[in-house]
Protein backbone atom coordinates (compact mmCIF):
# COMPACT_ATOMS: atom_id res chain seq x y z
CA UNK A 1 0.00 0.00 0.00
CA UNK A 2 1.01 3.80 -0.79
CA UNK A 3 2.03 5.77 2.25
CA UNK A 4 -0.35 9.28 1.83
CA UNK A 5 -0.12 12.17 4.56
CA UNK A 6 -3.08 14.15 4.44
CA UNK A 7 -2.20 17.92 5.50
CA UNK A 8 -4.38 20.29 7.03
CA UNK A 9 -3.21 24.17 7.61
CA UNK A 10 -5.75 25.72 10.34
CA UNK A 11 -6.98 28.95 12.26
CA UNK A 12 -9.43 29.65 14.23
CA UNK A 13 -12.10 27.21 12.47
CA UNK A 14 -12.91 24.62 14.86
CA UNK A 15 -16.00 23.38 12.90
CA UNK A 16 -14.80 22.98 9.92
CA UNK A 17 -12.00 20.94 10.85
CA UNK A 18 -13.95 18.39 12.59
CA UNK A 19 -15.94 18.15 9.30
CA UNK A 20 -13.32 17.53 7.28
CA UNK A 21 -11.37 15.34 9.68
CA UNK A 22 -14.52 12.99 10.12
CA UNK A 23 -14.72 12.95 6.06
CA UNK A 24 -11.74 11.67 5.96
CA UNK A 25 -12.28 8.92 8.18
CA UNK A 26 -15.12 7.92 5.84
CA UNK A 27 -12.53 7.57 2.84
CA UNK A 28 -12.97 4.70 0.88
CA UNK A 29 -9.13 4.09 -0.18
CA UNK A 30 -6.45 1.18 -0.05
CA UNK A 31 -3.72 3.88 0.85
CA UNK A 32 -1.85 3.75 4.30
CA UNK A 33 -3.02 6.80 5.63
CA UNK A 34 -2.21 9.15 8.50
CA UNK A 35 -3.50 12.90 9.07
CA UNK A 36 -1.40 15.89 9.91
CA UNK A 37 -2.83 18.75 11.35
CA UNK A 38 -0.59 22.35 12.26
CA UNK A 39 -2.80 24.77 14.27
CA UNK A 40 -1.69 28.62 13.63
CA UNK A 41 -3.32 29.96 16.71
CA UNK A 42 -0.98 29.10 19.52
CA UNK A 43 -3.37 31.39 21.85
CA UNK A 44 -6.80 29.57 21.80
CA UNK A 45 -5.48 25.97 20.11
CA UNK A 46 -9.53 25.09 19.12
CA UNK A 47 -7.64 23.07 16.39
CA UNK A 48 -5.09 21.20 18.74
CA UNK A 49 -8.27 20.58 20.95
CA UNK A 50 -10.30 19.14 18.37
CA UNK A 51 -7.75 16.82 17.22
CA UNK A 52 -6.83 16.26 20.97
CA UNK A 53 -11.04 15.23 21.31
CA UNK A 54 -11.35 12.76 18.40
CA UNK A 55 -8.02 10.91 18.53
CA UNK A 56 -9.24 9.89 22.51
CA UNK A 57 -12.18 8.64 20.73
CA UNK A 58 -10.32 6.12 18.60
CA UNK A 59 -9.80 8.06 15.15
CA UNK A 60 -9.62 5.27 12.68
CA UNK A 61 -6.82 7.17 10.85
CA UNK A 62 -3.06 8.06 12.95
CA UNK A 63 -3.81 11.63 13.59
CA UNK A 64 -0.93 13.86 14.95
CA UNK A 65 -0.89 18.05 15.63
CA UNK A 66 1.38 20.34 15.65
CA UNK A 67 1.08 24.29 16.96
CA UNK A 68 2.68 27.02 14.82
CA UNK A 69 3.24 30.37 16.37
CA UNK A 70 4.01 32.68 13.30
CA UNK A 71 1.00 33.67 12.27
CA UNK A 72 0.46 33.36 8.40
CA UNK A 73 -0.49 30.81 5.67
CA UNK A 74 2.59 30.14 4.07
CA UNK A 75 4.02 29.34 7.74
CA UNK A 76 1.69 26.66 8.29
CA UNK A 77 2.10 25.14 5.16
CA UNK A 78 5.68 25.21 5.65
CA UNK A 79 5.43 23.46 8.92
CA UNK A 80 3.42 20.90 7.76
CA UNK A 81 5.55 19.94 5.06
CA UNK A 82 8.44 20.19 7.07
CA UNK A 83 7.62 17.52 9.79
CA UNK A 84 6.16 15.59 7.32
CA UNK A 85 9.89 15.52 5.32
CA UNK A 86 11.85 14.70 8.52
CA UNK A 87 9.21 12.78 10.74
CA UNK A 88 7.32 10.50 7.89
CA UNK A 89 7.88 7.90 5.13
CA UNK A 90 5.00 8.94 3.44
CA UNK A 91 5.13 9.03 -0.34
CA UNK A 92 3.11 11.34 -0.93
CA UNK A 93 1.33 14.49 0.97
CA UNK A 94 -2.17 15.33 0.22
CA UNK A 95 -3.20 18.82 1.14
CA UNK A 96 -6.82 20.16 2.31
CA UNK A 97 -7.77 23.50 3.56
CA UNK A 98 -10.08 23.54 7.02
CA UNK A 99 -12.94 25.24 5.14
CA UNK A 100 -13.13 21.91 2.52
CA UNK A 101 -13.96 18.05 3.15
CA UNK A 102 -13.18 15.44 0.62
CA UNK A 103 -15.62 13.20 -1.58
CA UNK A 104 -15.41 9.75 -0.09
CA UNK A 105 -13.16 8.11 -3.43
CA UNK A 106 -11.01 11.58 -3.36
CA UNK A 107 -7.72 9.73 -2.33
CA UNK A 108 -8.07 6.74 -4.90
CA UNK A 109 -8.66 8.95 -7.61
CA UNK A 110 -5.72 11.10 -6.87
CA UNK A 111 -3.76 7.83 -7.00
CA UNK A 112 -5.20 6.41 -9.58
CA UNK A 113 -4.78 9.39 -11.81
CA UNK A 114 -1.00 9.81 -10.37
CA UNK A 115 -0.24 6.11 -10.98
CA UNK A 116 -1.66 7.09 -14.97
CA UNK A 117 -0.18 10.16 -15.58
CA UNK A 118 2.89 10.19 -13.42
CA UNK A 119 2.27 13.46 -12.51
CA UNK A 120 4.04 15.19 -9.22
CA UNK A 121 1.60 17.57 -8.51
CA UNK A 122 -2.42 16.70 -9.18
CA UNK A 123 -4.86 18.97 -8.77
CA UNK A 124 -8.56 18.53 -8.21
CA UNK A 125 -11.99 19.87 -8.31
CA UNK A 126 -13.98 21.89 -5.50
CA UNK A 127 -17.74 21.85 -5.08
CA UNK A 128 -18.69 24.62 -3.14
CA UNK A 129 -21.53 24.88 -1.12
CA UNK A 130 -23.57 28.18 0.67
CA UNK A 131 -24.30 29.06 3.67
CA UNK A 132 -26.73 31.50 2.12
CA UNK A 133 -27.04 31.77 -1.99
CA UNK A 134 -24.97 34.74 -2.96
CA UNK A 135 -26.66 37.19 -5.54
CA UNK A 136 -26.28 36.83 -9.09
CA UNK A 137 -24.01 39.07 -9.61
CA UNK A 138 -21.51 36.94 -7.30
CA UNK A 139 -22.56 33.45 -8.36
CA UNK A 140 -19.83 33.05 -10.98
CA UNK A 141 -17.17 34.99 -10.41
CA UNK A 142 -13.71 32.95 -8.78
CA UNK A 143 -13.77 31.96 -5.38
CA UNK A 144 -17.20 31.88 -4.80
CA UNK A 145 -18.51 29.67 -8.07
CA UNK A 146 -17.37 26.05 -7.95
CA UNK A 147 -13.85 25.53 -9.72
CA UNK A 148 -13.83 22.45 -12.19
CA UNK A 149 -10.55 20.87 -14.05
CA UNK A 150 -10.79 21.13 -18.27
CA UNK A 151 -8.65 20.78 -20.49
CA UNK A 152 -7.94 24.38 -19.81
CA UNK A 153 -6.31 24.27 -16.36
CA UNK A 154 -3.12 23.24 -16.76
CA UNK A 155 -2.95 27.28 -17.98
CA UNK A 156 -2.62 27.65 -14.94
CA UNK A 157 -1.66 27.35 -11.25
CA UNK A 158 -3.88 25.35 -9.46
CA UNK A 159 -4.41 26.36 -5.21
CA UNK A 160 -3.09 24.31 -2.17
CA UNK A 161 -6.55 23.66 -1.17
CA UNK A 162 -7.06 20.48 -2.94
CA UNK A 163 -3.55 18.79 -4.14
CA UNK A 164 -1.86 15.46 -3.79
CA UNK A 165 2.21 16.07 -4.12
CA UNK A 166 4.86 13.68 -4.43
CA UNK A 167 7.63 13.81 -1.81
CA UNK A 168 10.21 13.56 -3.79
CA UNK A 169 9.57 16.64 -5.37
CA UNK A 170 9.23 18.29 -2.20
CA UNK A 171 12.54 17.04 -0.89
CA UNK A 172 14.36 18.92 -3.67
CA UNK A 173 13.27 22.09 -3.56
CA UNK A 174 15.33 24.77 -1.64
CA UNK A 175 13.34 25.92 1.91
CA UNK A 176 10.90 27.00 3.28
CA UNK A 177 8.82 25.95 0.19
CA UNK A 178 6.09 28.79 0.77
CA UNK A 179 8.08 31.68 0.98
CA UNK A 180 6.71 33.58 4.18
CA UNK A 181 6.36 36.97 2.33
CA UNK A 182 2.88 35.60 1.24
CA UNK A 183 2.21 35.01 4.82
CA UNK A 184 -1.15 36.60 5.02
CA UNK A 185 -1.54 37.80 1.24
CA UNK A 186 -2.41 34.89 -0.60
CA UNK A 187 -0.52 33.80 -3.39
CA UNK A 188 1.78 31.18 -1.40
CA UNK A 189 0.80 28.54 -3.51
CA UNK A 190 1.65 30.07 -7.20
CA UNK A 191 4.74 30.85 -6.00
CA UNK A 192 5.62 27.08 -5.20
CA UNK A 193 3.82 25.94 -8.14
CA UNK A 194 5.47 28.38 -10.33
CA UNK A 195 9.16 26.76 -8.66
CA UNK A 196 8.03 22.98 -8.77
CA UNK A 197 6.87 24.00 -12.73
CA UNK A 198 11.02 25.75 -13.07
CA UNK A 199 12.20 22.26 -11.61
CA UNK A 200 10.66 20.28 -14.53
CA UNK A 201 7.50 19.18 -12.00
CA UNK A 202 5.07 17.47 -13.91
CA UNK A 203 1.11 18.43 -13.12
CA UNK A 204 -2.16 17.03 -13.82
CA UNK A 205 -5.84 17.76 -12.84
CA UNK A 206 -7.94 15.42 -12.05
CA UNK A 207 -11.53 16.66 -12.12
CA UNK A 208 -12.86 13.31 -10.29
CA UNK A 209 -11.16 14.04 -7.07
CA UNK A 210 -13.27 16.50 -5.55
CA UNK A 211 -13.36 18.71 -2.42
CA UNK A 212 -16.98 20.34 -1.18
CA UNK A 213 -16.09 24.01 -0.01
CA UNK A 214 -18.59 25.43 2.42
CA UNK A 215 -18.77 29.61 1.52
CA UNK A 216 -19.79 31.15 4.57
CA UNK A 217 -22.58 34.25 3.96
CA UNK A 218 -19.59 36.99 4.58
CA UNK A 219 -18.11 35.92 1.21
CA UNK A 220 -21.06 34.90 -0.89
CA UNK A 221 -21.37 38.81 -1.96
CA UNK A 222 -20.23 40.57 -4.89
CA UNK A 223 -17.65 42.92 -2.15
CA UNK A 224 -15.97 39.75 -1.19
CA UNK A 225 -15.51 38.49 -4.52
CA UNK A 226 -13.70 41.83 -6.14
CA UNK A 227 -11.80 41.77 -3.29
CA UNK A 228 -10.56 38.25 -3.69
CA UNK A 229 -10.11 39.28 -7.81
CA UNK A 230 -8.02 42.37 -6.42
CA UNK A 231 -5.97 40.27 -4.33
CA UNK A 232 -5.35 37.57 -6.90
CA UNK A 233 -4.17 40.21 -9.41
CA UNK A 234 -1.67 41.45 -5.95
CA UNK A 235 -0.35 37.85 -5.89
CA UNK A 236 0.00 37.29 -8.90
CA UNK A 237 1.79 39.99 -10.24
CA UNK A 238 3.98 40.11 -6.59
CA UNK A 239 4.96 35.90 -8.11
CA UNK A 240 5.82 37.37 -11.44
CA UNK A 241 8.16 40.29 -10.31
CA UNK A 242 9.69 37.56 -8.25
CA UNK A 243 10.33 34.83 -10.99
CA UNK A 244 11.14 36.86 -14.16
CA UNK A 245 13.04 40.03 -15.11
CA UNK A 246 11.02 43.34 -14.06
CA UNK A 247 10.73 44.24 -17.44
CA UNK A 248 9.70 40.83 -19.14
CA UNK A 249 7.08 40.45 -16.03
CA UNK A 250 6.01 44.20 -16.51
CA UNK A 251 6.03 44.18 -20.24
CA UNK A 252 3.40 41.35 -20.14
CA UNK A 253 1.19 42.21 -17.61
CA UNK A 254 1.02 45.87 -19.41
CA UNK A 255 -0.95 44.65 -22.04
CA UNK A 256 -3.45 42.72 -19.52
CA UNK A 257 -4.00 45.57 -17.33
CA UNK A 258 -4.38 48.43 -20.06
CA UNK A 259 -7.24 45.74 -21.94
CA UNK A 260 -8.73 45.12 -18.68
CA UNK A 261 -8.84 48.99 -18.44
CA UNK A 262 -9.61 49.95 -21.81
CA UNK A 263 -11.82 47.10 -22.61
CA UNK A 264 -13.85 47.56 -19.33
CA UNK A 265 -16.59 50.32 -20.30
CA UNK A 266 -17.43 48.40 -23.57
CA UNK A 267 -17.12 44.91 -21.65
CA UNK A 268 -19.65 45.63 -19.23
CA UNK A 269 -22.39 47.47 -21.41
CA UNK A 270 -22.08 43.98 -23.20
CA UNK A 271 -22.81 42.06 -19.62
CA UNK A 272 -25.96 44.09 -18.62
CA UNK A 273 -28.53 42.09 -19.87
CA UNK A 274 -26.99 38.83 -18.62
CA UNK A 275 -27.05 39.03 -14.95
CA UNK A 276 -25.05 36.18 -14.05
CA UNK A 277 -21.77 38.03 -16.54
CA UNK A 278 -22.57 41.05 -14.89
CA UNK A 279 -19.47 40.71 -12.53
CA UNK A 280 -16.82 39.49 -14.99
CA UNK A 281 -15.72 43.02 -16.18
CA UNK A 282 -15.61 44.55 -12.82
CA UNK A 283 -13.61 41.36 -11.33
CA UNK A 284 -10.90 41.71 -14.49
CA UNK A 285 -11.03 45.43 -13.58
CA UNK A 286 -10.15 44.94 -9.75
CA UNK A 287 -7.64 42.43 -10.66
CA UNK A 288 -5.40 45.28 -12.84
CA UNK A 289 -5.99 47.31 -9.73
CA UNK A 290 -4.07 44.79 -7.74
CA UNK A 291 -1.62 44.19 -10.24
CA UNK A 292 -0.77 47.70 -10.26
CA UNK A 293 -0.73 48.06 -6.52
CA UNK A 294 1.66 45.58 -6.32
CA UNK A 295 3.95 47.13 -9.09
CA UNK A 296 4.42 50.23 -6.57
CA UNK A 297 4.52 47.30 -3.63
CA UNK A 298 1.47 47.60 -2.33
CA UNK A 299 0.04 44.01 -1.02
CA UNK A 300 -3.23 43.34 0.41
CA UNK A 301 -3.78 40.92 3.28
CA UNK A 302 -6.61 38.51 2.32
CA UNK A 303 -6.07 36.13 4.84
CA UNK A 304 -5.94 38.58 8.04
CA UNK A 305 -9.64 38.16 7.98
CA UNK A 306 -11.37 34.41 8.95
CA UNK A 307 -14.39 33.95 7.66
CA UNK A 308 -16.20 30.49 8.84
CA UNK A 309 -16.10 28.56 12.07
Known sequence: MVDVTIAIPTFRRPRGLERLLAAIEKLETTANVSVLVADNDAERGDGAAVCERLRTGDYRWPLEWIIVRQRGIAQTRNALIEHVLAKSHAEFIAM???DEWPHRQWLDTFLCAQKETGADVLYGAVVREYERRP????????????????????DTMPGAGNVLLR???LEGLPKPCFDPAFALTGGEDKDLFTRLRKQGCRFAGVDDAICTELVPASRANLRWALQRAYRIGNSDMRVALKHESVIAAMSREAVKIAGAVLLFPFLFLL???FATRRAEPLCKLYRAGGKIAAIFGRHFNEYAVVHGD
Do not use: F, I
Open 135 to 154: GLWAAHCPGVASTRVTSKSN
Open 96 to 98: VDD
Open 167 to 169: RSC
Open 271 to 273: SLP
